[in-house]
T-cell receptor, first 116, second 115 residues
Framework: DTEVTQTPKHLVMGMTNKKSLKCEQH?????MYWYKQKAKKPPELMFV???????INESVPSRFSPECPNSSLLNLHLHALQPEDSALYLC???????????????FGSGTQLSVL | AQKITQTQPGMFVQEKEAVTLDCTYD???????LFWYKQPSSGEMIFLIY??????QNATEGRYSLNFQKARKSANLVISASQLGDSAMYFC????????????FGTGTRLQVFP
């Protein structure tokens, strides 16, 4: 299994809603990532989990709350989002060998989020 | 700070022809990796090819090859024998080797292949 699975594929939510994005991989990877991608822009790193611990938070607003319950799962909890948060949210994983510049990321197909 | 530059917002190529997508980078780390990803309209980022900073030979993967010029800090992607299915966004990305978990992307090039 070389897939990263993201659910849901599409999500529409109001600014007062609470929702969660889910990401799952069964490749034994120990690093997992959340990226945000606005239309016609490159993916921007949000969070990195390494061995289930948050290792990087790129100054993301607190209305985005990541969670890594185990090595296969990564969630992104959303609360009180703004319309400008509408974007494609991509999850990725990598084996995580420390200092390995050659680690490629395996990406899911993303969740297209619309905030009304 | 690392930086990736893709200067071609869009490129056109005729089917069966070759095309080169440009990428330049800037880093002070002697150990780094350069990646190319393809993103079709479906949204998924598909890994194409990798080049390490210490690799002596240019990387190749099927119809994809990477023209790595270390002194010029460029890592151009060459797609040979273009196919209609190659139409997509192409992103160059870099990862430094000092234990960072960051993979940083360039702004991308939209490639359109016409019959």
């Amino acid at each position: 299994d070389t897939e990263v699975t993201q659910t849901p594929k599409h999500l529409v939510m109001g600014m007062t809603n609470k929702k969660s994005l889910k990401c799952e991989q069964h490749m034994g990877h120990r690093a997992m990532y959340w990226y945000k991608q606005k239309a016609k822009k490159p993916p921007e790193l949000m969070f990195v989990y390494s061995y289930e611990k948050l290792s990087i938070n790129e100054s993301v607003p607190s209305r985005f709350s990541p969670e890594c319950p185990n090595s296969s799962l990564l969630n992104l909890h959303l609360h009180a989002l703004q319309p400008e948060d509408s974007a494609l949210y991509l999850c990725a994983s990598s084996p995580h060998r420390t200092g390995a510049a050659n680690e490629k990321l395996f990406f899911g197909s993303g969740t297209q989020l619309s905030v009304l | 700070a690392q930086k990736i530059t893709q200067t071609q917002p869009g490129m056109f190529v005729q089917e069966k022809e070759a095309v080169t997508l440009d990428c330049t980078y800037d880093t002070s780390d002697p150990s780094y990796g350069l990646f190319w990803y393809k993103q079709p309209s479906s949204g998924e980022m598909i890994f194409l090819i990798y080049q390490g900073s210490y690799d002596q030979q240019n990387a190749t993967e099927g119809r994809y090859s990477l023209n790595f010029q270390k002194a010029r800090k460029s890592a151009n992607l060459v797609i040979s024998a273009s196919q209609l299915g190659d139409s997509a966004m192409y992103f160059c990305a870099m990862r430094e080797g000092r234990g960072t978990d960051k993979l940083i992307f360039g702004t991308g090039t939209r490639l359109q292949v016409f019959p």
